[in-house]
């Protein structure tokens, strides 16, 4: 959604068999019962490559619009929702709009059914999602945010160095952005409480990766992610880091690395 998104369509379809895994579909129920009948209309925020639609889609009503909003244009253009429909079987409609989070207006949700992101949450900071929020109890819109980073991380078999790691990621998660201090790992629990703070209902419902020896394609590309950053933020790790990252691909070369990436849903609804 922001302008400054790192997200790039390879990275997206890596993880996407996870992603769909992880999302609460207990939290994707409730929201199907809270839409009205007849046609929605759908925003997605951060839509990247409309992987939060080709899940939720078949699990609403329809008919169905989708509003596709994200500040990153060269992404939109890997879209591929042709075969993605509702819950009776009927193809989805999708406009894109390509905009930067800063510029939301507050009546941007007007006439929305619904408000949905995916792995969002994290890059944003306090005031944007209090923008975002406060954008949804304008409309009226429920909103279901889903795959908010919580900071825990399970590496099996542990290693002395996962907590400085670990530590580290989660420091440079919540750094300050050029002006934008990030929310990283706070950031469901905050939004959590803006919608709690303006009267609405919410729900929460972890959503975890749980991966393992047929995810090794992932596992490696996310510790890559996870140790650079972690050296990003603490630079005085680097030596310490490049071994344990040599030794972490070791075992998952042998099939010995069970990795677990804790995330949050959070559902928010008008009582």
């Not at 530590?167 to 959590?192: I, K, S, T």
């Not at 880091?241 to 690395?257: F, S």
């Amino acid at each position: 959604m922001s302008s400054l998104s790192t997200a790039t369509a390879s990275w997206l379809a890596l993880r996407a068999a996870a992603d769909d895994t992880a999302r609460s579909t207990e939290l994707a129920g409730l929201l199907a019962r809270l839409l009205p009948l007849g046609p929605v209309v759908l925003h997605d925020l951060g839509a990247g490559t409309g992987g939060m639609t080709r899940w939720l889609a078949p699990r609403l009503p329809g008919p169905q619009e989708w509003v596709l909003r994200d500040g990153d244009a060269a992404i939109v253009d890997h879209l591929d929702l042709d075969a993605v429909t509702d819950d009776a079987g009927r193809p989805v409609h999708t406009t894109v709009v390509v905009e930067a989070l800063e510029t939301l207006e507050l009546r941007a949700f007007d006439g929305a059914s619904a408000v949905t992101a995916s792995a969002l949450l994290d890059v944003l900071t306090r005031e944007e999602a209090a923008r975002i929020v406060s954008a949804c109890v304008a409309g009226g819109a429920p909103a279901l945010f889903s795959l908010s980073v919580t900071g825990v991380v399970i590496l099996d078999p542990p290693d002395a160095l996962d907590v400085a790691i670990g530590d580290a990621f989660n420091a440079h998660q919540r750094r300050d952005a050029e002006g934008r201090r990030l929310m990283g790992p706070d950031a469901a629990p905050v939004l959590a409480r803006l919608f709690a703070d303006a009267g609405w209902g919410v729900r929460t419902a972890p959503a975890p990766w749980h991966l393992g020896t047929a995810d090794a394609p992932l596992i490696a590309a996310w510790l890559d992610g996870w140790v650079g950053a972690a050296v990003a933020q603490r630079p005085e790790l680097s030596d310490d880091a490049e071994a344990y990252l040599v030794r972490r691909i070791a075992q998952l070369a042998e099939g010995a690395l069970r990795v677990t990436v804790s995330h949050q849903d959070v559902l928010a609804w008008p009582r």
